[in-house]
């Protein structure tokens, strides 16, 4: 992770934000941005992301030019998709654009779609990266949490409150799908902080006939509406609307009914935890560049940022926990 001979190159750090945009994104970029100047250092914001660099979309930034974004949702850099990336020709162009404005090293903001370009271009080109982890998912290993998850989990929350006072008024099961395609935390969290009587996550595989067995269950306790969280990736082989067509057939007396809450979950306000752990990330993430350390991505690991090789998070897995399976499954009597 460290190279003595980055330690006297790094005078101007390019920025960027990639893939899927998360709460606290922007207040992240300010904190790099605003540490560069702090230790005389310069940065350069790179727009949409890696087809930016390829693109040749770039602005000098100073401490001004992030006035007021600490509470923006979504990223003022833009971010995008960028399959030409993925070629070598397309990394060279990048690079191009790399030598011409005289960028020495690179933060990326992301997800490990964008850790993996990141890794192959400093292997190719030998500039100097560090990764912010930067998704609502909370799916990268290397750190407890990602940037806008926290502000993801308070909007499903909110969301799912809402939806409970229509299920109690019309006596109705709710299911409501999260995001969460290989990654559970978004569904259970929510799902316990929002009482769910169940919760179907990638990591547990509840199938079908459990999970009519445990509504059933509550019905016959007594309980004339009930809310389901699922994680856009279950392990049941279903879609949600396959799910409640086939509840709602074993369980006439229900009405069912789906929300799919999709990507209003990336967006609003980022909550206070998003833009303190963004502020910490964005400092040191310019601060372990400065010190000659690369290729390697800034976490968050019992209150202290930690660094992580880039391959070991890209590779590692996102653990759930299993006691919040635990206390899920007590509290849905």
């Known amino acids: 992770m460290k190279n003595p001979k980055y330690m006297s190159s790094v005078k101007r750090i390019g920025v960027l934000t990639s893939g899927g945009d998360a709460p606290g994104m922007n ?7 605003r540490t560069a100047a702090f230790l005389k250092l310069e940065s350069v914001a790179i727009y949409q992301g890696y087809q930016g660099l390829i693109d040749d979309k770039t602005q000098i930034m100073n401490p001004r030019s ?8 979504g990223t003022i850099l833009k971010s995008a998709r960028c399959s030409e990336f993925r070629s070598i020709e397309g990394r060279k162009k990048a690079f191009e654009t790399i030598k011409k404005h005289k ?10 779609g964008s850790f993996t370009g990141a890794m192959i271009f400093q292997s190719e080109f ?15 290993f290397g750190t407890s949490h990602t940037i806008g998850y926290d502000t993801a989990l308070n909007t499903v929350i909110d969301a799912i409150d809402k939806i409970r006072d229509t299920a109690i008024s019309h006596n109705r099961l709710f299911f409501v799908e999260v995001m969460g395609r290989d990654a559970g935390h978004i569904a259970l969290n929510t799902g ?19 999970l009519l067995e445990s509504l059933s269950r509550s019905e016959k306790s007594g309980k004339s509406s009930s809310i389901v969280v699922i994680a856009e990736g279950d392990k049941t082989g279903k879609n949600v609307f396959d799910i409640a067509e086939y509840i709602e057939k074993n369980m006439p007396n229900y009405d069912v009914r789906v929300s799919v809450l999709g990507h209003m979950q990336r967006g609003g306000r980022p ?8 502020s910490r990330m964005g400092v040191k993430a310019v601060e372990y560049l400065n010190e000659g350390k690369s290729n390697a ?15 070991k998070a890209i590779k590692g897995k996102s653990e759930i926990n299993k006691d919040l399976v635990r206390v899920s499954d007590i509290l849905s009597l």
């Open 27 to 33: 207040a992240a970029v300010r904190a790099v941005v």
């Open 66 to 73: 992030v006035n007021n974004i600490i509470n923006k949702g």
């Open 103 to 112: 960028i020495d090293s690179l933060i990326i903001i992301g997800g490990d």
């Open 126 to 140: 030998k500039i100097p990266v560090i990764g912010i982890p930067g998704t609502i998912d909370n799916d990268i």
């Open 192 to 210: 316990i902080g929002a009482g769910a009587e169940e919760i179907l996550i990638p990591e547990e595989n509840m199938g079908l006939e459990r």
């Open 271 to 278: 909550t206070c935890f998003d833009r303190v752990l963004a």
């Open 297 to 311: 991505m800034v976490g968050l690991k019992e209150d202290e940022i930690i660094l992580t090789p880039l391959e």
